[in-house]
């Protein structure tokens, strides 16, 4: 709370593409992570910026997912027990902070245009958000992080927290390196689009599937546990 006022902060990851091309990808995913600017979590950022020094990654690095799951770059030179390490301290930085999250999803194989897929991702946040709105309501301002990874996204939340509320501001130029939160939304996000996969293909890759040691262990160590944040 600042002067009084009561904020909470709603950090935006997507993952996928709002082409309804399902080669592209078949999955669309917007993941939310909300914080009440009132919880400090200024400990859980020490210590997590204290762990990346200790593997030679600065405190001012954006920690990627995605990345880390694959051994792409800029993780090319960890070894995966190192990966797994950033990967799970992240995943406790998530279970200990005040944070809640939603995802919202879409298969595409059963939309035939890119405003078919807005339309239902409006309708599933617009859902939540109605759902929520005593919570919402309860604050003076609601302030969206997104790093306008994607127009469409962008224009998406847009119209539903238009709809919603007006006393929201968009921060602009928002820097994944800058907030934690927003990198604890792009993990989430990585996430959860492996439980959808799981859910509907019943399968994961198998570079996925040897940097979690097993499925068991995924949904054990990460689901789980990432479950008990979800703001239903």
Same mark, same amino acid.
């Given at each position: 709370m600042k002067n009084g006022v009561k904020e909470i902060s709603i950090f935006v990851d997507e993952s996928g593409s709002f082409s309804p091309d399902i080669h592209s990808s078949r999955y669309c995913l917007v993941c939310m992570v909300f914080h009440n600017q009132s919880d400090s979590i200024s400990d859980d950022i020490a210590q997590l910026d204290e762990m990346l020094s200790r593997l030679s990654l600065s405190e001012s690095h954006a920690i990627h997912a995605g990345p880390l799951v694959r051994w792409e770059e800029p993780y090319r030179n960890l070894r995966r027990q190192d990966r797994r390490i950033v990967f799970s301290r992240m995943m406790s930085f998530v279970r200990h902070t005040p944070i809640k999250f939603q995802t919202f999803w879409v298969d595409k194989r059963y939309v035939t245009s890119s405003g078919e897929l807005h339309d239902q991702l409006l309708q599933q946040i617009t859902r939540f958000l109605i759902a929520h709105? %005593? =919570?919402?309501?309860?604050? %003076?301002?609601?302030?969206?992080?997104? %790093?306008?990874? +994607?127009?469409?996204? $962008?224009?998406?939340?847009?119209?539903?927290?238009?709809? &919603? @509320? @007006?006393?929201?501001? &968009? !921060?602009?130029?928002?820097?994944?390196?800058?907030?934690?939160? &927003? +990198?604890?939304? =792009?993990?989430?996000?990585?996430?959860?689009?492996?439980?959808?996969?799981?859910?509907?293909?019943?399968?994961?890759?198998?570079?996925?599937?040897?940097?979690?040691?097993?499925? +068991?262990?995924?949904?054990?160590? &990460?689901?789980?546990? $990432? %479950?008990?944040?979800?703001? !239903?």
């Open positions: 709105a %005593d =919570d919402f309501n309860s604050f %003076d301002k609601l302030k969206v992080y997104y %790093d306008n990874g +994607q127009e469409e996204v $962008l224009a998406l939340l847009k119209t539903a927290f238009a709809i &919603f @509320s @007006s006393r929201v501001i &968009f !921060v602009p130029e928002v820097s994944p390196s800058r907030y934690r939160l &927003f +990198q604890a939304a =792009d993990m989430i996000a990585t996430l959860e689009l492996l439980r959808i996969k799981l859910e509907t293909e019943k399968k994961i890759s198998e570079t996925e599937k040897l940097f979690f040691l097993n499925i +068991q262990s995924l949904r054990k160590n &990460f689901f789980k546990p $990432l %479950d008990r944040k979800r703001w !239903v």
